[in-house]
């Protein structure tokens, strides 16, 4: 398997764009998160899916910011409209339930978003 | 709300050198605790999970304990290596498939 996917690596914008982060787990695993990691603040959890279904938004900043899960194999975290403090990594990361799963998330090389 | 330490936030060891790196939790309820390592400019790669119900776990010259009930645990590396240099994160997991709560990392460097 090639691992968690993430599109674009690098995203350069100026304020008030949309920008669309894109995510392909690992085929089997139905879980995904969204993650942001910033100096200031290290690395949070924005949002997870279970099945496609979301779970806990509770970390999304505000209502800039959306995400979705059409199917078991494609992500989307949009920022509308974006903002200079907006600017970070995002990560995505992926695992999988079994009987014998260890819950390891395994992460993407992650999106370096700069909102200028 | 689960609040997770790491110190030091920064070592510079030579090489050679056996070394522990410390994470301590907040809430001791926890599902499992997972150690990651992250380069720079780079994603994040885990290195040992342990549950709630283990004590501790092995991969090669890395070994990771946990003792839940004083809240942490510790990341031992036996004669580290420049290659070894690099971010080390400690993440708490309190529930299967639940968000992971991460420290703020020690930065890592071996000289050589």
């Known amino acids: 398997d090639a691992g968690v996917i993430q599109s674009p690596r690098h995203e350069v914008t100026e304020m008030g764009q949309e920008v669309t982060l894109r995510c392909k787990p690992i085929?089997?695993?139905?879980?995904l998160f969204w993650y942001r990691q910033t100096m200031m603040r290290g690395l949070e959890l924005l949002i997870y899916?279970?099945?496609?279904?979301?779970?806990?938004d509770s970390g999304m900043p505000e209502d800039r910011f959306s995400a979705k899960m059409p199917n078991a194999s494609f992500s989307t975290l949009k920022i509308q409209p974006s903002e200079p403090r907006d600017s970070a990594v995002y990560f995505c990361?992926?695992?999988?339930?079994?009987?014998?799963?260890?819950?390891?998330?395994?992460f993407g090389p992650g999106t370096r978003l700069t909102v200028l | 709300k689960q609040e997770v330490t790491q110190i030091p936030a920064a070592l510079s060891v030579p090489e050679g050198e056996n070394l522990v790196l410390n994470c301590s939790f907040t809430?001791?309820?926890?599902?499992?605790l997972q150690w990651f390592r992250q380069d720079p400019g780079k994603g994040l790669t885990s290195l040992l999970l342990?549950?709630?119900?283990?004590r501790e776990q092995t991969s090669g010259r890395l070994n990771a304990s946990l003792d839940k009930s004083s809240g942490r645990s510790t990341l031992y590396i036996a004669a580290s290596q420049p290659g070894d240099s690099a971010t080390y994160l400690c993440?708490?997991?309190?529930?299967?498939?639940?968000?992971?709560?991460f420290g703020a990392g020690t930065i890592l460097r071996v000289k050589s």
């Open positions: 990361a992926s695992s999988s339930w079994d009987r014998t799963s260890t819950d390891t998330q395994y």
């Open positions: 085929s089997g695993h139905d879980y």
């Open positions: 899916f279970n099945n496609n279904v979301p779970i806990d």
């Open positions: 809430d001791s309820a926890i599902y499992n």
């Open positions: 342990i549950q709630s119900s283990q």
């Open positions: 993440a708490v997991s309190m529930e299967y498939g639940n968000k992971l709560v």
